[in-house]
């Protein structure tokens, strides 16, 4: 397959940056972009959904990822950490990377939802 893909997240909650007592928690999420294609690859653009537990949705959109844009020749992975502030003590993210390939064709890679939570509070 041309244009394979795949991403693996770890998440973790960031207590020290957290203040529960304002509703403000603080997950650090890495990334792991691996190009199991046959072309090269570049990330250009994402678009994360994030949502909390009452049911606020916050979208983020913007180039590249922790102002990078990196390119990913067949079989080369990225690794990259960033973060999120919600205000509840779970929530989610899922959302979409905008490549395009080394034969100029451009195609959206599913950033697959992952979980955001403080640890002990699901069951």
């Not at 993210?93 to 403080?118: Q, T």
């Amino acid at each position: 397959m041309k244009n394979n893909i795949k991403i693996d997240v770890e998440v973790s909650f960031v207590e020290d940056q957290s203040r529960t007592d304002i509703n403000q928690y603080t997950f650090s999420y890495t990334i792991t972009i691996t190009n199991n294609g046959s072309v090269g690859a570049q990330l250009l653009s994402r678009h994360w959904h994030i949502q909390d537990e009452t049911g606020h949705i916050e979208d983020v959109i913007g180039e590249g990822v922790v102002g990078q844009q990196p390119h990913l020749i067949p079989g080369e992975s990225y690794r990259y950490s960033s973060g999120s502030v919600i205000k509840t003590a779970t929530g989610t993210m899922k959302g979409a990377y905008g490549m395009i390939n080394d034969e100029g064709e451009r195609f959206e890679v599913e950033i697959p939802e992952f979980i955001l939570s403080k640890p002990y509070t699901l069951h």
